[in-house]
């Protein structure tokens, strides 16, 4: 059976004096393809915090903590490398398209996971009486602008505006009390706007 | 069962050289095999369960891991079943690109599957080759999907990812070779004297035994049992290309061979269609859904080691109510207890892998004696050293 | 559909109700007693595969479904039981069709249905010394998403 060993033979040849196709990584830094799936990073600029990555991880592996720190109500947003899957759900999802992005990393082993993880910090605005969380600023004020013109048809999101070009302090006390008409300027959460029209409460504050 | 004391040969469950753990015991008399038990579940992960608790699209990602081999097949088919829920189509484009996905996979599945049987044999050669001509098919799939495992490339209503026209050119050349490749191996091991004589008779299983235990893919057409489901039950691209259905008559596991390497040489000829379908075309990718309505629904997918079937139902709400998931291996895994009785314990390593066992769901096989049922005679290794060691007797004899 | 007029005539009186999703889809719903002369009826004498049996726990009752395939035409025929609550068991189709004993076995440990004249009930997929009544498919084991009660 001559014939068949030639074509064997043949085969053995080329691939003794070809290049072996084990690359030489970690002595050669290895790059790989255009698309690969790699450790999603956030980006501290564009990401608004809207929490929609946190809704779609397959894995759970990004967490949502929304808390008090320093007397301001502040979100994180913290990405786990040691439960994510790399399958780009949070880049697909994401409301911005550039807030979260599978970045080329491969190489996210560990001794203390707090030096691959990537985390991201926002402010909140919170109703000044009820303390409801309505969601970070930088959502409300991406979704305003996103609105255009109609953005100022709300009175809410004008005083915000206002917050935002420096015309007035956010330092205003809290509102106690039942909500009164005068009172809407201030309050943005939709529970108590709906309080204020339905209950028209005349005790004094 | 007679007087004679039966030996019980024991493999697994946790081995080096065998992928996922599993567990057989093998009850023989002297070198032949009497009789088979297979014990599963020492890779159960209440995927069911899990399916029950995550969202529609969630659970893409859930079946993707499975397996790792036969890492596509299982979205294939979840989605084939929720879109059959819905009764929706999936635009053009997305049909072509989940078939090429589809067939890349079957190629570097069998690849795969052909360097353990090379393995087992004692021809570590045709072990190393077929994994270096498979490494270029999974670079394909880094430039494509984005990694080299676990695709992510499935969505309910079409694929996440285009393939753009810039990276056809490379695909279509790793093809060329591919196909250069699997021609020399497919006439290597039809011509080889002693792969034949080692191969031939050894593991038949009948058309009856496939159809008592509900064989399907490669080993079902290697009896000559004509199933495949890309052509029974047409979904995606499949009726659109030309391709053929590889069917032999004998059963055994060189049949079971044949049938896999010719196989793949049908999927290059699917790429390839699917290729110039794609090229240049603008169309959609994704068909979107946005709402969920109470029914049921049935998908499947010819896996590389068969139908992949996935039944799902839902009430309305965000996550399945019930997910059925059955893997090829789950009914082609007891054939074992038809090919391997009467067979000799040297042959058990070859059989066991011409079934091409994706141990999703199942276990090792080890080897006890049938009396005392705690003394373990030999496991794996061994019986894969006493596989290699009658191919070099037979390789002197022929 | 030709497979269908066939099925009503075989099963006849067994077939308690029908639903076509789409032509390669049907379900057919029979009475837990009579299932295995439908088995024998569908995998014997008229030849279809057997697929593989799912089960499902509806919050009132148990429901099995078992799947085969008309390969000649690509459709799936699924046989639909309902189960009491209280004790839920039905016949084993082992003597029928010998690969169906791997899935009522775990069926029977996930699940807790019965199947009487079994070759051998044992524990499949869950470790033997698994406890006693709890049956991990079923709704009262929660898991932590939308679909526990």
């Given at each position: 059976?001559?014939?068949?060993?030639?074509?064997?033979?043949?085969?053995?040849?080329?691939?003794?004096?070809?290049?072996?196709?084990?690359?030489?990584?970690?002595?050669?830094?290895?790059?790989?393809?255009?698309?690969?799936?790699?450790?999603?990073?956030?980006?501290?600029?564009?990401?608004?915090?809207?929490?929609?990555?946190?809704?779609?991880?397959?894995?759970?592996?990004?967490?949502?903590?929304?808390?008090?720190?320093?007397?301001?109500?502040?979100?994180?947003?913290?990405?786990?490398?040691?439960?994510?899957?790399?399958?780009?759900?949070?880049?697909?999802?994401?409301?911005?398209?550039?807030?979260?992005?599978?970045?080329?990393?491969?190489?996210?082993?560990?001794?203390?996971?707090?030096?691959?993880?990537?985390?991201?910090?926002?402010?909140?605005?919170?109703?000044?009486?009820?303390?409801?969380?309505?969601?970070?600023?930088?959502?409300?004020?991406?979704?305003?602008?996103?609105?255009?013109?109609?953005?100022?048809?709300?009175?809410?999101?004008?005083?915000?505006?206002?917050?935002?070009?420096?015309?007035?302090?956010?330092?205003?006390?809290?509102?106690?009390?039942?909500?009164?008409?005068?009172?809407?300027?201030?309050?943005?959460?939709?529970?108590?706007?709906?309080m204020a029209f339905i209950s028209d409460e005349k005790k004094e504050r | 069962m007679n007087d004679k004391k039966k030996v019980i040969v024991p493999i697994g469950p946790y081995h080096p050289l065998l992928e996922e753990p599993e567990f057989f015991a093998l009850y023989c008399d002297g070198e032949k095999v009497v009789d088979v038990e297979w014990q599963a579940g020492y890779n159960h992960r209440a995927i069911e369960k899990l399916s029950e608790g995550k969202h529609w699209d969630q659970v893409t990602f859930l079946v993707?891991?499975?397996?790792?081999?036969?890492?596509?097949?299982?979205?294939?088919?979840?989605?084939?079943?929720?879109?059959?829920?819905?009764?929706?189509?999936?635009?053009?484009?997305?049909?072509?690109?989940?078939?090429?996905?589809?067939?890349?996979?079957?190629?570097?599945?069998?690849?795969?599957?052909?360097?353990?049987?090379?393995?087992f044999l004692g021809y570590n050669t045709v072990f190393m080759w077929a994994w270096k001509y498979r490494e270029s098919i999974l670079e394909m799939f880094e430039m494509i999907t984005g990694n080299r495992n676990h695709y992510a490339m499935f969505k309910i209503g079409g694929v996440r990812r285009n393939i753009e026209d810039e990276d056809i050119p490379a695909l279509r050349k790793v093809l060329k070779d591919i196909r250069a490749k699997l021609e020399m191996l497919t006439h290597a091991v039809l011509d080889d004297p002693v792969l034949g004589a080692r191969l031939k008779g050894v593991g038949v299983l009948t058309k009856g035994h496939i159809k008592d235990f509900g064989a399907v893919g490669p080993v079902a057409r290697a009896s000559g049992v004509d199933i495949d489901i890309r052509r029974d039950d047409p979904y995606a691209a499949y009726p659109a290309v030309e391709w053929k259905v590889i069917k032999t008559e004998n059963g055994d596991v060189f049949d079971k061979a044949v049938v896999r390497l010719l196989e793949c040489m049908e999927s290059v000829r699917i790429i390839e269609q699917s290729l110039d379908a794609i090229e240049g075309s603008k169309g959609d990718i994704e068909n979107q859904v946005r709402e969920m309505p109470v029914g049921e629904g049935i998908g499947r997918h010819e896996a590389p080691r068969g139908e992949c079937f996935h039944y799902v139902r839902s009430d309305g709400s965000n996550s399945p109510v019930r997910?059925?998931?059955?893997?090829?291996?789950?009914?082609?895994?007891?054939?074992?207890?038809?090919?391997?009785?009467?067979?000799?314990?040297?042959?058990?390593?070859?059989?066991?892998?011409?079934?091409?066992?994706?141990?999703?769901?199942?276990?090792?096989?080890a080897v006890y004696d049938a009396d005392k049922k705690n003394k373990k005679l030999f496991g794996f290794s061994r019986l894969v050293e006493m596989s290699r060691e009658k191919t070099e007797r037979m390789r002197k004899q022929v | 559909m030709k497979v269908l007029e066939t099925l009503k005539e075989k099963l006849g009186e067994r077939i308690k109700d029908i639903?076509?999703?789409?032509?390669?889809?049907?379900?057919?719903?029979?009475?837990?007693?009579?299932?295995?002369?439908?088995?024998?009826?569908?995998?014997?004498?008229?030849?279809?595969?057997?697929?593989?049996?799912?089960?499902?726990?509806?919050?009132?009752?148990?429901?099995?479904?078992?799947?085969?395939?008309?390969?000649?035409?690509?459709?799936?025929?699924?046989?639909?039981?309902?189960?009491?609550?209280?004790?839920?068991?039905?016949?084993?189709?082992?003597?029928?069709?010998?690969?169906?004993?791997?899935?009522?076995?775990?069926?029977?440990?996930?699940?807790?249905?019965?199947?009487?004249?079994?070759?051998?009930?044992?524990?499949?997929?869950?470790?033997?010394?698994?406890?006693?009544?709890?049956?991990?498919?079923?709704?009262?084991?929660?898991?932590?998403?939308?679909?526990?009660?």
């Open positions: 059976m001559k014939k068949p060993k030639i074509r064997e033979l043949k085969e053995a040849i080329t691939s003794l004096f070809s290049k072996p196709f084990t690359s030489q990584f970690p002595f050669k830094p290895h790059t790989p393809a255009k698309k690969f799936r790699g450790k999603p990073e956030y980006n501290r600029d564009t990401c608004v915090g809207c929490g929609a990555c946190f809704n779609v991880c397959p894995a759970r592996a990004i967490e949502m903590v929304d808390q008090v720190v320093d007397g301001k109500w502040k979100r994180v947003l913290i990405h786990h490398p040691k439960d994510c899957l790399f399958c780009g759900e949070c880049e697909r999802n994401c409301i911005t398209d550039d807030g979260i992005k599978l970045s080329g990393v491969f190489d996210v082993s560990y001794f203390d996971e707090k030096d691959v993880q990537s985390k991201v910090e926002h402010d909140l605005i919170v109703c000044k009486h009820c303390g409801e969380i309505i969601g970070t600023e930088k959502h409300v004020l991406w979704t305003l602008r996103k609105l255009g013109n109609p953005a100022f048809s709300q009175p809410v999101m004008i005083s915000r505006l206002m917050e935002e070009f420096g015309l007035v302090t956010d330092e205003e006390e809290k509102v106690a009390g039942p909500v009164q008409r005068t009172d809407m300027l201030k309050i943005v959460c939709p529970k108590c706007r709906r | 993707e891991r499975i397996c790792g081999i036969c890492s596509t097949s299982h979205p294939f088919a979840y989605c084939n079943s929720v879109e059959d829920l819905l009764d929706i189509t999936v635009p053009e484009k997305a049909r072509y690109i989940r078939c090429i996905i589809g067939e890349m996979e079957r190629i570097h599945s069998h690849l795969l599957w052909v360097g353990l049987a090379g393995h997910h059925k998931i059955r893997a090829p291996s789950y009914t082609n895994i007891p054939t074992f207890k038809a090919s391997c009785v009467g067979q000799m314990i040297a042959d058990v390593a070859i059989i066991l892998a011409g079934v091409d066992p994706c141990y999703c769901c199942t276990e090792r096989v | 639903k076509i999703h789409n032509e390669r889809r049907i379900y057919l719903t029979v009475e837990a007693g009579d299932i295995k002369e439908c088995a024998k009826i569908v995998f014997r004498e008229l030849d279809a595969r057997y697929i593989i049996a799912s089960g499902a726990d509806n919050f009132d009752s148990f429901e099995i479904l078992y799947h085969f395939g008309f390969d000649s035409i690509g459709t799936v025929i699924s046989l639909r039981v309902f189960l009491a609550r209280e004790n839920p068991g039905i016949d084993s189709l082992s003597d029928v069709i010998p690969g169906i004993s791997y899935i009522e076995r775990e069926m029977w440990e996930l699940l807790g249905i019965n199947f009487a004249g079994h070759p051998g009930l044992s524990h499949f997929l869950l470790r033997d010394d698994w406890p006693e009544g709890n049956f991990p498919l079923r709704k009262s084991i929660k898991t932590d998403g939308a679909n526990s009660e």
